[in-house]
């Protein structure tokens, strides 16, 4: 069992930064962030395996950033040039399981989830 907290959301102005911190209670096998806007399924952001390895979404590529510091407990999500339609609830997911190799991560198969956090870009 894991539970997850995610904090550091706000509104932003267009070009904006912001970093999202989730803290979890265990290490899972595979930790995602995962967005999602009213009316739309979740969409995944980017993902890390418990061995290190790391993938961002193609859509996010190039501004978004996924790290993880396994001595605080904590998966980062930094994103930066932050653009209107970025504005969604963000979630972190974890998983017992490992994450894709090609990264390719879908929220059905997530377990657990912490409560989320809002963005706003504007």
């Known amino acids: 069992d894991v539970q997850l907290v995610e904090s550091g959301g706000g509104s932003v102005q267009t070009g904006g930064n912001l970093t999202l911190s989730c803290t979890y209670t265990?290490?899972?096998?595979?930790l995602g962030w995962f967005r999602q806007v009213p009316g739309k399924g979740r969409e995944s952001v980017g993902s890390?395996?418990?061995?290190?390895?790391?993938a961002v979404s193609d859509s996010v590529k190039g501004r978004f950033t996924v790290s993880h510091d396994t001595l605080k407990n904590t998966l980062y999500l930094q994103m930066n040039e932050l653009r209107p339609e970025d504005t969604a609830i963000y979630y972190c997911?974890?998983?017992?399981?490992?994450?894709?190799?090609?990264?390719?991560?879908?929220?059905?198969?997530?377990?657990?989830w912490g409560q989320g956090t809002q963005v706003t870009v504007s």
């Open positions: 997911a974890a998983k017992f399981s490992q994450c894709p190799e090609d990264g390719g991560i879908w929220y059905g198969d997530f377990g657990y």
């Open positions: 265990t290490i899972p096998f595979c």
């Open positions: 890390t395996s418990n061995f290190g390895r790391i």
